[in-house]
DNA sequence: AAGTGCGTCAACCGCGTTGCG
DNA sequence: TCGCAACGCGGTTGACGCACT
C-alpha cells in the first residue's frame, strides 16, 4: 500500500472531543493559523490526528459557521444545487456561505430525502416517481368512472382516452392490475351514500362514452382545496389499507421496464439535463426566476412536463414549489446549539417538520400511495 | 419507572486527488 | 516522471436524546 494511516492508533485520542481540545485547538489556529494538519496536534498539544483536527476545525468550530436550523431558502437551494450538482456536498457548501459539506449532507439524509420520497420524489434524479405518478392518475379517473378502468385493463394502450389530461405514460398492466384490485376493495366505501363525493359520483353520466373531461374540473380541486378532513383520512386510511391488500394479490413487481413514460422516452436522461444547467449562475437565476414564478422545483425539466400534468390533475394551485414550501415562520428556529462541546441543545425539533408534512399531505392520493410504496422499491 | 425504538448529527474511515521534492 | 505526504470528499458509524409503550 505505502500510504501510511493518517495517524497512528496508539496514544490517540477519538471520540468526542472535549472542550479543553477545543479550546486548544481554537488558541492554536488563532496562533498559527490552520493547515500542516499533520503536525499541527502536536504543536498544539493535542493527542488527536491531524484529519480529525481538521474536521473538528472545519464542521464546528470555524468563526464562521452559521449554527441553527437552515432556513426554507436554504433548504430551496439545496435541493437545487443538489438536482444539478448530485452528491457534491463540498460544492453545494460552498454556495451556502456559513454550512459545512458535512452539515449539509446529514441535513440531506435526515430530513429532505426522506420528504421527498414522501412526496413520491425519487432523491436522487429529483423527477417524480411516475410509477406512482400514473398509479396515482389512473386511480383518480377509475375514482370518478369506474367503466374506464375495465376498459383499460382490456385496451392500456388507449389510456390517453381518459381525457383532456395531456399527454400521459403507456401504462403498465402491473399497475392496472393494482388500480383494480384498489378500486374493488374500495368500491363499497366509495358509494357509500353518506360519502361526500356521493353527488359528484351520481352525477357522472352512465354512458359507455368516457366523462372525464366533462368532469367540472372544480369538483375534483374543491376535494384537494377543501377537504372534508374526516372523510377524506377515512379515503386515505382506506386507500393505504387497500393498497397494501393489492400489493400482496397482485404481488405487483417493483418493475417499471415494460412501460415508456411518454415525455421521457426521447433520450431523457438526468445526466444529460445536469450537464445542460450545470452553471451555478444559472442555478441562481432560475432560483430567482422561480421564486417569483412561483415554481421552484425545476432543476429537472421532465418536472415541466410530469409535473404539469399530474398538478392538472390534481390540483391548478398546487406546484413543486408549494409542494416544498412551508409557512414562513419556519426560518427562524429557537434551537440552540452547544459549541462547547459536541453535543446539541434541540429545544424544539417536530413543529416545523410537522408543518412541512401536514403542508405537503394535501396532495391526495400521490402523496398516499408514497407512503403506502414507502422504500426505494420503486424508484428507477 | 424502565425498556425499546428511532431520529439526529458529530466524528470516523477509506479512498481519490493534489502538491511537492 | 515517480513516489510519497497531505489534503479533501463522500459514505458510514455510533453515541446521544427523545418519544412511545
Request: charged fraction near 15%.
Given at each position: 500500500?505505502g ?5 497512528e492508533?496508539?496514544?490517540l485520542q477519538k471520540?468526542?472531543w472535549?472542550?479543553?481540545?477545543d479550546?486548544?485547538l ?5 496562533k498559527?493559523?490552520?493547515g500542516r494538519?499533520r503536525?499541527?496536534?502536536k ?5 488527536r490526528c491531524g484529519?480529525s483536527c481538521?474536521l473538528?476545525?472545519?464542521n464546528?468550530?470555524r468563526?464562521d459557521?452559521?449554527?441553527g436550523?437552515f432556513?426554507?431558502e436554504e433548504?430551496?437551494?439545496i435541493i437545487?444545487?443538489?438536482?444539478v450538482l448530485?452528491n ?5 457548501a460552498a454556495r451556502?456561505?456559513?454550512?459545512t ?8 439524509n ?7 420520497l414522501?412526496?413520491g420524489?425519487d432523491?436522487?434524479t429529483h423527477t417524480p416517481r411516475l410509477?406512482?405518478?400514473e398509479?396515482s392518475?389512473?386511480?383518480n379517473?377509475t ?5 374506464a378502468?375495465?376498459y383499460?385493463i382490456?385496451?392500456?394502450?388507449n ?6 389530461m ?6 403498465n398492466?402491473?399497475?392496472l392490475n ?5 378500486f ?10 353518506q360519502?361526500v363525493?356521493?353527488?359528484?359520483l ?8 368516457f ?8 369538483n375534483e380541486?374543491q376535494?384537494f382545496?377543501e377537504?372534508k ?9 382506506s386507500?393505504?389499507h387497500?393498497l397494501?391488500q393489492?400489493?400482496?394479490v397482485?404481488g405487483?413487481?417493483s418493475?417499471t421496464?415494460?412501460f ?9 436522461n ?10 451555478s449562475?444559472m442555478?441562481n437565476s432560475s432560483l430567482?426566476?422561480s421564486h417569483?414564478?412561483?415554481?421552484v422545483?425545476s432543476?429537472?425539466n421532465?418536472i415541466g ?17 408549494s409542494l ?5 415562520s419556519y426560518?427562524?428556529?429557537?434551537n440552540t ?10 429545544t424544539t425539533?417536530?413543529?416545523?417538520e ?5 403542508f ?6 400521490y402523496h ?6 414507502n422504500?426505494n422499491e420503486l424508484i428507477?
Amino acid at each position: 500500500m505505502g500510504k501510511t494511516p493518517c495517524c497512528e492508533k496508539n496514544g490517540l485520542q477519538k471520540g468526542p472531543w472535549t472542550p479543553e481540545e477545543d479550546q486548544a485547538l481554537i488558541d492554536y489556529i488563532k496562533k498559527n493559523g490552520h493547515g500542516r494538519w499533520r503536525t499541527l496536534p502536536k504543536n498544539a498539544g493535542l493527542k488527536r490526528c491531524g484529519k480529525s483536527c481538521r474536521l473538528r476545525w472545519t464542521n464546528y468550530l470555524r468563526p464562521d459557521i452559521k449554527r441553527g436550523r437552515f432556513s426554507f431558502e436554504e433548504e430551496e437551494t439545496i435541493i437545487q444545487l443538489h438536482s444539478v450538482l448530485g452528491n457534491k456536498w463540498s460544492a453545494i457548501a460552498a454556495r451556502l456561505p456559513g454550512r459545512t459539506d458535512n452539515e449539509i449532507k446529514n441535513y440531506w439524509n435526515t430530513h429532505i430525502r426522506k420528504r421527498l420520497l414522501k412526496m413520491g420524489i425519487d432523491p436522487v434524479t429529483h423527477t417524480p416517481r411516475l410509477d406512482l405518478l400514473e398509479l396515482s392518475s389512473l386511480l383518480n379517473s377509475t375514482l370518478y368512472n369506474p367503466q374506464a378502468l375495465s376498459y383499460l385493463i382490456n385496451n392500456p394502450n388507449n389510456y390517453n382516452m381518459l381525457g383532456n389530461m395531456g399527454p400521459l405514460p403507456l401504462v403498465n398492466q402491473n399497475l392496472l392490475n393494482l388500480a383494480s384490485a384498489l378500486f374493488a376493495s374500495n368500491q363499497p366505501k366509495i358509494n357509500n351514500p353518506q360519502n361526500v363525493q356521493e353527488n359528484q359520483l351520481n352525477n357522472i353520466p352512465q354512458n359507455d362514452q368516457f366523462q372525464y373531461s366533462q368532469l367540472p374540473f372544480l369538483n375534483e380541486a374543491q376535494l384537494f382545496m377543501e377537504p372534508k378532513m374526516e372523510q377524506l383520512s377515512q379515503t386515505h386510511e382506506s386507500l393505504d389499507h387497500s393498497l397494501n391488500q393489492a400489493l400482496n394479490v397482485t404481488g405487483v413487481e417493483s418493475t417499471t421496464s415494460t412501460f415508456v413514460p411518454m415525455g421521457v422516452s426521447n433520450g431523457f436522461n438526468h445526466h444529460d439535463i445536469s450537464a445542460q444547467s450545470s452553471s451555478s449562475s444559472m442555478v441562481n437565476s432560475s432560483l430567482a426566476e422561480s421564486h417569483q414564478a412561483g415554481f421552484v422545483y425545476s432543476g429537472n425539466n421532465i418536472i415541466g412536463q410530469t409535473q404539469n400534468n399530474m398538478m392538472h390533475m390534481m390540483n391548478p394551485n398546487v406546484s413543486f414549489s408549494s409542494l416544498l414550501s412551508t409557512p414562513s415562520s419556519y426560518a427562524s428556529s429557537p434551537n440552540t446549539y452547544n459549541v462547547n462541546s459536541s453535543s446539541t441543545t434541540t429545544t424544539t425539533t417536530t413543529t416545523h417538520e410537522d408543518e412541512r408534512d401536514s403542508f405537503c399531505s394535501n396532495i391526495f392520493m400521490y402523496h398516499d400511495i408514497a407512503n403506502a410504496l414507502n422504500g426505494n422499491e420503486l424508484i428507477m
